[in-house]
T-cell receptor, first 115, second 111 residues
């Protein structure tokens, strides 16, 4: 398998549930990102990991918790979400370290619905 | 604060009808301007990177240009398969800030 793979593709959860989104990149890249895409809004950067260390937390609520165990895998742990958190969550990777002006490769996203 | 504004929000063209999409930006120290294409149910797909005013890049029916304040994505003789949302993004500053995206232009090419 090649590229950036995200699972699950769709997720419905209640406000009291705990779930995790998974991202895996098969490109040998050094930086990974979480973006949120809501209807009628631009993509919003949530987290950046460069060489497995978090370098950017873009003022994201603590109910979102990222984890990057190695350079190929990225997780987003979710707990006690709100209905306004419903969105498409996109994972991306880039070849160089974050901030080196590299183009991003995106996964297909996880469409999250919070009831 | 970095800002990216794309216009129009939506554009409907007949097959073969050429047009341009606009991306205006306000950043402190542009390091790169990116164009992406996004199909329904998929993540954005990279098209071009432009680094300095006057630069142009082409790919099939698409040509991207850059000035000091805006970028244009020109679509020549489009086909229905060019229908997608086109996203513009900028990278600025010196840190690991990722990209700042515009809201996109939803393009529909009618046969």
């Amino acid at each position: 398998e090649t590229g950036v793979t995200q699972t699950p593709r769709h997720l419905v959860m209640g406000m009291t549930n705990k779930k995790s989104l998974k991202c895996e990149q098969h490109l040998g890249h050094n930086a990974m990102y979480w973006y949120k895409q809501s209807a009628k809004k631009p993509l919003e950067l949530m987290f950046v990991y460069s060489l497995e260390e978090r370098v950017e937390n873009n003022s994201v609520p603590s109910r979102f918790s990222p984890e990057c165990p190695n350079s190929s895998h990225l997780f987003l742990h979710l707990h006690t979400l709100q209905p306004e958190d419903s969105a498409l969550y996109l994972c991306a990777s880039s070849q160089g370290a974050a901030g080196t002006n590299e183009k991003l490769f995106f996964g297909s996203g996880t469409q999250l619905s919070v009831l | 604060e970095d800002q990216v504004t794309q216009s129009p929000e939506a554009l409907r063209l007949q097959e073969g009808e050429s047009s341009s999409l606009n991306c205006s930006y306000t950043v402190s120290g542009l390091r790169g301007l990116f164009w992406y294409r996004q199909d329904p149910g998929k993540g954005p797909e990279f098209l071009f990177t432009l680094y300095s005013a006057g630069e142009e890049k082409e790919k099939e029916r698409l040509k991207a240009t850059l000035t000091k304040k805006e970028s244009f994505l020109h679509i020549t003789a489009p086909k229905p398969e060019d229908s997608a949302t086109y996203l513009c993004a900028v990278q600025a500053g010196g840190g690991a800030d990722g990209l700042t995206f515009g809201k996109g232009t939803h393009l529909i090419i009618q046969p």
